[in-house]
């Protein structure tokens, strides 16, 4: 497979053979699906693009998660992630001999700036990068084939190997600057919580806002901690808020009652929209111990 060493076309024909080989497999596995509903085939399988799905990880995401209130520019995330894929992949085909060793673990620090970067996808992948460290030595890669563009091979090429890395991550850091300085669109304030016990809460009553210059429709929880709880059912309130308006709103928690936990715990109250894209979230620990 090194071009270094059975010359281009014999390395090209290597390739080919592994990836039809891999496109069997993927069409034997998705072949029934494909043909007996192949709308339903198409959504699923672009689903992890298209669904939104709400913030979760260990990743850069953990800034609008539990360092601000939240962002109304999350979808950056995602495209920092595809950006780091692409540049990562990009610097792999430039300096395969040095980076040749990382093979199994570069494609996946894109899930660190991704909107779910839990650590499972990479726990997962351990065995793999551990055989990886055994079979693929630096000196297997020593004699594999590399572009070299005249700038990275001149006499200043040291500068601009370094500058060619920076500009090819560059993109990818700065979407997910973006992603991490935005504002929560959403001004929340608890005004009311109903107790049926004194540890429990069964109902919540909110004064929401909608900052921002398009309509969102919010799903609201309660968190404690890393972790997303199941959203709290809408008992009245608008669905979708206009932009620059405010509404009240009153939840319920799903499974009819809400367990307050210890008087030192942060209750973080949060509200996600999924087109487009945001999180706002406020402190509420003390709102909601407070009858109301």
Known sequence: MRRGELGGRAAALVVLRFAGAAATVWLLINAYFLVSEPGTWLRGIALPLTQGAVLHGQGVVDVSLYLTNGSDRLDWYSRASLLLFAGLLA??????????????????????????????????????????????????????WQPRPRPLSGQRRRPA????????????????????TGTPPLRMQVTAARHPTPGTVSRLTLQVTNTAGTALAPHFTLTLGQGMDPYWRIVRGPRTLPAHSTARYELRPPSGRFR?????????????????????????????????
């Open 260 to 292: 307050l936990p210890g008087p030192h715990a942060r209750i973080r109250l949060r509200a996600f929209t999924a087109s487009p894209q945001t999180l706002s979230s406020a402190d509420v620990q003390g709102e909601v111990r407070r009858p109301g």
């Open 161 to 180: 190997r370094f500058a060619a890395a920076a500009l090819l991550l560059a993109p990818a850091l700065t979407c997910a600057v973006v992603a991490a």
């Open 91 to 144: 610097l792999f085909v430039l300096f395969v001999r040095r980076l040749g060793p990382a093979a199994t673990v570069l494609p996946w620090c894109a899930f660190y700036l991704a909107t779910r970067s839990q650590d499972g996808y990479y726990l997962m992948m351990t065995p793999l990068w551990l055989a990886a460290a055994v079979t693929a030595p630096a000196s297997a890669f020593a004699r594999a």
